[in-house]
Structure formats: C-alpha cells, structure tokens
C-alpha cells in the first residue's frame, strides 16, 4: 500500500507539471520562437545579457517563447545589424550607435564626454531618454532594452596623474576614443583590440583608453600596470526587434518583454560595473595594478579640455532639426539624479 501511494503521488506531480505547461500555453498562446543575433564574442558583456535575457523571457512565458541566440556575428554583423532586424534576418538585435555615425544623432548624445562614473547609471539615463524622446532613428524597430559599456579610462605602462604625463603618450582605441585622446594632447592609434598585445608588447603603443573590465578579460594589466580614472565617453547599445515580429506576438508576451525593458537594462549595468569591480580587484592581485584618482582640479580640467566634443555635437544635432539643447540638459539633471540614488547604500 505504501508503494502504491508513493506511485500515486508521483503521477500526481507529473501531472500536475503537465497541467502547468498547458495553463502556461494557454495564457500565452501558440508557442513562439525568435531569433537573437549580437556582433561581439560569447563571452563578453552584451552577449551574456542577451542569455540573460533569453532566460528570463522563457522563464515568465512559461517556456512558449523559445529564444535562439547567435552570438559572435553568426547571423548578423554590427554595420548591418540595424537593417538586418529591420528586413527580418533576425528577429532581435544589438544596435551599437557609433557605429553608424548620424543614423542615430540625438542618442549619440550619452555617449558624450561627461563623466558618467559608471554604467548603471548611463543604463537608466539612457533608458529615461529614450522613454521620453522617442527618437525618429528607432522608429522602425521595437526597442527592447538599452544598455552601455563603462566608461573609457586609462591603462598604461607609466603613471598618468597629469595632463603632462599624458602629452605625445600613444593609447590605443577605438575611433570614439580619438578626439577626446587628441583634446587630451595624447597620441591616438585606433585599432582592433586584436592587434592590441602586439602592439604594447612591440612599443607601438603604451597604453590603452577603454574600459577597465580588459584588465583582466584580455590580460592587459600584465603589461598596463597603472589605471588611472578619468571617466570620459561611453558606448550605448540598443535591443531592438523587427515591428513586424512585435506585432504578431499575443500581448500576454508583449507584456513580458516590455515588463522586463527597464529592469533588465539596470541589471546589465549592475552586471558590468561588477565585473569592472572584480577586474580591477584581480589586477591588483595579480600584477600590483596601481589605481590613480585624478585630483578634483585636474579631474576638473581633463573635462574642460573635452568640451568642444559636446559643443560640436550640439551644433551639428540641432542643425538637423532635433532638440539637442533639452536632449542634454535632460541627460545631466538625469544623471545628476542617478549618480545620487544608485550612490545610497554603496
């Protein structure tokens, strides 16, 4: 009799699993599969918030929503990313906007040079932005989530406290890094991060202007064994889904995924500045990295030397049309707002 119960239960388990998928189908519908295409590597920061993502959209739709990624450019590259989602290659992807100079004038604008100390905080600035400008240049896809890197600081073979240590000092970077380093009286060499270990270990090169997550993810603290924080431009980036897709999904999914827009864009910048923590921690461990915090004065003057940055972009925005001058003044007051709330409590 004991066996037999035992039995009984199990099947009722089994069946009560059974009868929780088919409430899950019904309250969602018919089961639905989307394509997720990202540019970069697996292992790195945006692809492991679309895994994020994939799991918790499947987890809340009870599994009728099946998510396929293809990460590492397999599907689509980041030039032809936008258009591709937009034509329907794939269902879902990550928009970079640097990446297509002026397609995305007003949004280029977080990007700027102005201090965000990391990436949560651009996280939510962006998001609020985007929420309340609604800019034309997304118009043609569904925006899913917004999210940055941190921002670009300094790795290098010598000190830099000073904007004399820094003058006719080659880092490597990416083209958004070029003006900045230029304002800076430093050397700017952009080129792909796979060319970088070559060319530090070579001298073409004695440093780089990125963010500090790479000390660790591309070992470069073994031959940049200072860092110094100077908090300049960032790189926003965009999920956005084909509108045709979005339109034929029930709106019991809609209501996940939009549920999930903001929440999840604040998780991705949590999860990066985390592990710029643990990166930075780990250099310090292992190779003695040394952290220089530029003095308020000298903090102070660096972002002075940028300005002509967001002034050339205020120029060049407004004469498109757009509202550039409320687009800033927002994006500081938003700033000023989360750098104070996400500082409680640290």
Aim: proline share 5%; hydrophobic share 45%; charged share 25%.
């Amino acid at each position: 009799m004991k066996l037999r119960g035992v039995f009984f239960r199990a099947g009722l388990a089994v069946a009560l699993v059974f009868m929780m998928a088919g409430m899950g189908s019904m309250a969602f519908g018919q089961s639905v599969t989307l394509t997720y295409a990202n540019f970069p590597p697996a292992s790195t920061f945006p692809c492991v918030q679309m895994e994020k993502w994939k799991t918790e959209v499947e987890l809340q739709t009870a599994g009728i929503v099946k998510v396929k990624t293809f990460p590492g450019g397999t599907l689509l590259g980041a030039k032809n990313m936008m258009d591709g989602v937009i034509d329907g290659v794939a269902d879902i992807g990550v928009v970079v906007f640097a990446y297509q100079p002026g397609r995305f004038p007003l949004m280029e604008g977080v990007d700027l040079p102005i201090g965000f100390s990391g990436a949560k905080v651009a996280n939510a600035v962006l998001y609020d932005l985007y929420m309340k400008y609604r800019p034309k240049s997304l118009s043609k896809v569904k925006v899913i989530a917004l999210f940055t890197a941190p921002p670009a600081n300094i790795m290098s073979k010598k000190p830099i406290r000073t904007l004399s240590d820094l003058k006719g000092y080659e880092l490597r970077c990416t083209g958004a890094g070029v003006k900045p380093l230029k304002l800076l009286g430093a050397v700017p060499v952009a080129m792909p991060m796979s060319e970088t270990p070559e060319a530090l270990q070579k001298g073409i090169v004695k440093g780089i202007f990125s963010s500090l997550d790479i000390l660790k993810d591309f070992n470069f603290a073994e031959s940049c064994r200072y860092a110094t924080i100077c908090n300049m431009q960032t790189t926003s980036f965009a999920v956005v889904m084909n509108k045709k897709k979005w339109g034929s999904l029930p709106e019991k999914v809609k209501k996940v995924i939009d549920g999930l827009s903001r929440e999840h864009s604040l998780w991705t910048g949590d999860y990066i500045d985390q592990h710029v923590k643990d990166s930075v921690a780990w250099a310090k461990k292992k190779y003695n990295e040394q952290v220089i915090t530029l003095s308020d004065s000298e903090y102070k003057l660096w972002h002075q030397k940028v300005a002509p940055i967001k002034d050339e972009w205020l120029k060049k925005t407004e004469a498109k049309g757009l509202p550039a001058k409320a687009f800033l003044k927002d994006l500081m007051a938003l700033k000023a707002k989360y750098e104070k709330e996400f500082s409680k409590g640290k």
